[in-house]
C-alpha cells in the first residue's frame, strides 16, 4: 500500500527565506506526483504537476523535484512571502492511475 | 473558466435525512473522485469514476453512494447521514494520469 509522509509538519520562515518542502512515498510505481496548496477552509489549488518521466517542474518562484528510484520529492519556494502561508499537500497517483494518496502536509508560516 | 464546481458548501443536517452533494466539472475529464478530509487523517478517497456508468469504491465507501449518468457530474449520496460522516468533502477531476483539479469543498455537519 502507497504511504506518502511529508516533513516537516509544520514550519515558519522569516519572509524572503528560501524553503524547501519535503515529500516522501514507499512504492515508486507511480504516474506522477501533484503539489497543491490549501488555504484555511478552502479548497486544494494545484501547483505543479511532475510525471514519472520527469525530474523538476518550475512555476514562477516554485520548483518542484522528483527522484522516483529514493521515493522523494521536494517543493522550492524562493524569496518567500506571506501570502505563500499555507498547508502545503502533496500526493502521488498510483500505478492503477485511479487514485491520489495524499500526505498530510506541511503547515507553511511565513512571517512578515 | 475552467473549474470544478461543488454545492452546497455548507449543510448541516440531521441523522438519517438523505442528501446530495453535487459535483459538476466542465474540463470533459474522464475522471472524476469524491474526497473526504479529517484532522489526523488527511484526505482519503471515497469513490471514483472513470467514465459515465462507470464508478468503484475508494478507500472509506461505506455509508456513501455515487452516481456517473453524465461525464460533467459526480454527485455523492449519504441516504442515512450519521455524525461521523461529518467532514470536509472534496469533488476532483482529471484525465487519466492528468493534473487533477479539485473543487472548493463542501464543509457537512450531521447532528
Known amino acids: 500500500k502507497q504511504e506518502v509522509t511529508q516533513i516537516p509538519a509544520a514550519l515558519s520562515v522569516p519572509e524572503g527565506e528560501n524553503l524547501v518542502l519535503n515529500c516522501s512515498f514507499t512504492?515508486?510505481?507511480?504516474?506522477?506526483l501533484q503539489w497543491f496548496r490549501q488555504d484555511p477552509g478552502k479548497g486544494l489549488t494545484s501547483l505543479l504537476l511532475?510525471?514519472?518521466?520527469?525530474r523538476e517542474q518550475t512555476s514562477g518562484r516554485l520548483n518542484a523535484s522528483l527522484d522516483k528510484s529514493s521515493g522523494r520529492s521536494t517543493l522550492y519556494i524562493a524569496a518567500s512571502q506571506p501570502g505563500d502561508s499555507a498547508t502545503y499537500l502533496c500526493a502521488v497517483r498510483r500505478g492503477s492511475a485511479r487514485q491520489l494518496t495524499f500526505g498530510s502536509g506541511t503547515q507553511l508560516t511565513v512571517l512578515p | 473558466e475552467a473549474q470544478v464546481t461543488q454545492n452546497p458548501r455548507y449543510l448541516i443536517t440531521v441523522t438519517g435525512k438523505k442528501l446530495t452533494v453535487t459535483c459538476s466539472q466542465n474540463?470533459?475529464?474522464?475522471?472524476m473522485s469524491w474526497y473526504r478530509q479529517d484532522p489526523g487523517l488527511g484526505l482519503r478517497q471515497i469513490y471514483y469514476?472513470?467514465?459515465?456508468?462507470?464508478?468503484d469504491k475508494g478507500d472509506v465507501p461505506e455509508g456513501y453512494k455515487v452516481s456517473r449518468k453524465e461525464k460533467r457530474n459526480f454527485p455523492l449520496i449519504l441516504e442515512s447521514p450519521s455524525p461521523n460522516q461529518t467532514s470536509l468533502y472534496f469533488c476532483?477531476?482529471?484525465?487519466?494520469?492528468?493534473?487533477?483539479?479539485f473543487g472548493q469543498g463542501t464543509r457537512l455537519t450531521v447532528v
Open positions: 512504492d515508486s510505481a507511480i504516474y506522477n
Open positions: 511532475i510525471q514519472s518521466s520527469q
Open positions: 476532483a477531476s482529471s484525465f487519466p494520469q492528468g493534473e487533477a483539479f
Open positions: 469514476s472513470m467514465n459515465v456508468e462507470v464508478t
Open positions: 474540463m470533459n475529464h474522464e475522471y
